[in-house]
């Protein structure tokens, strides 16, 4: 990237305001991992072209490659707010922001994201965590659920079981358990949590047969019995 780099700066030394090659600039630092130029290079042009959706991302990219993630997500919000519909900027925005100690600050733009016509998985899994983290267990569940249509996970449907126990709702919870268990038959703790629920539904035996099943899994359970 080098000889790129020397075109791109040439051509600024004779239009300073040429922004394509201030942008390609960034872009050659950034392939290069020359984030600290590719920094001030996309720094530069986003207070020339304020609204330049692609360098505020790579601004974000930039930061968050030199684990700057407070700025990145500063960068990365910016480029959001000018592209609400964008995938990636969401997801990352709402990294960043978990990434700097700020996770309660990216359930928003998850749920702006998703109302934007954002699919992603990912997505849908962090919201489904930290609406559970909030307490709200209703939009944790539908959140669980949208990202099991897309990708289905035992952890994920670990998670909507437990949202579901909390919500009083047993019949539901043992069947995201269940789901969990075909999908990973080896999963302990959705065998002792199904185990669980069949013992708060006076399914004793049934009960006990799994609490031995996750016992077999992980000895740790023991109390289970």
Do not use: C
């Amino acid at each position: 990237y080098d000889r790129a780099v020397t075109w791109f700066k040439r051509a600024l030394t004779d239009r300073p305001d040429y922004t394509k090659a201030q942008y390609n600039l960034g872009l050659a630092y950034l392939r290069s991992k020359d984030d600290t130029r590719a920094e001030e290079a996309f720094g530069k042009l986003v207070l020339q072209v304020p609204t330049y959706f692609y360098a505020w991302f790579n601004l974000g990219i930039a930061r968050a490659h030199q684990k700057n993630y407070s700025e990145a997500a500063t960068a990365m919000l910016k480029a959001f707010e000018l592209k609400p519909g964008d995938e990636k900027a969401g997801i990352y925005a709402a990294r960043y922001l978990k990434s700097s100690g700020k996770p309660e600050a990216a359930l928003p733009v998850y749920v702006t994201a998703a109302k934007a016509g954002v699919v992603d998985v990912e997505l849908f899994r962090e919201m489904g965590k930290l609406y559970a983290k909030a307490g709200n267990d209703s939009e944790a569940i539908d959140a669980y659920r949208r990202a099991n249509r897309i990708d289905p996970k035992p952890k994920t449907y670990f998670n909507l079981g437990l949202a579901l126990k909390r919500s009083g709702r047993l019949d539901e919870s043992g069947e995201a358990y269940a789901r969990a268990l075909e999908l990973d038959p080896n999963y302990a703790k959705a065998w002792l949590n199904l185990g669980y629920i069949h013992f708060h539904q006076s399914n004793y035996a049934e009960a006990e047969r799994l609490f031995r099943k996750a016992l077999d899994l992980n000895p740790e359970y023991e109390n289970a019995l």
